[in-house]
Nanobody, 121 residues
């Protein structure tokens, strides 16, 4: 069993900052890619930022220059620093991790339960 637990969401005014954390625990060999997704009200889930185990990063165009993703492999943790928040950033934020259990098991994706981020204007 693998669990991802997010924290750090909340209510913030436009222009403010929040830092999300996601910790993975359970039985696994290693974590490959990690990422943050969000689902605004009435919309589909979308990628916000991703980071490989080696540190290669990609961002959605809408958050470039404002959000920073990072990870601590020793702590099985991924972070999302969100600055200059806008009302359109309001969403439930989910972390995802690609879990490796080693040969002969197949890698699989594990998701957190989500954390609400609300940005008021």
């Amino acid at each position: 069993q693998v669990q991802l637990v997010e924290s750090g969401g909340g209510l913030v005014q436009a222009g403010g900052s929040l830092r999300l954390s996601c910790v993975a625990s359970g039985m696994f060999y290693s974590i490959n890619d990690m990422g943050w997704y969000r689902q605004p009200p009435g919309n589909q889930r979308e990628l916000v930022a991703g980071i490989t185990r080696g540190g290669v990063i990609n961002y959605a165009d809408s958050v470039k220059g404002r959000f920073t993703i990072s990870r601590d492999n020793a702590k099985n943790t991924v972070y999302l620093q969100m600055n200059s928040l806008k009302p359109e950033d309001t969403a439930v934020y989910y972390c995802k991790a690609e879990i490796s259990r080693g040969y002969p098991y197949k890698d699989f994706d594990s998701w957190g339960q989500g954390t609400q981020v609300t940005v008021s204007s």
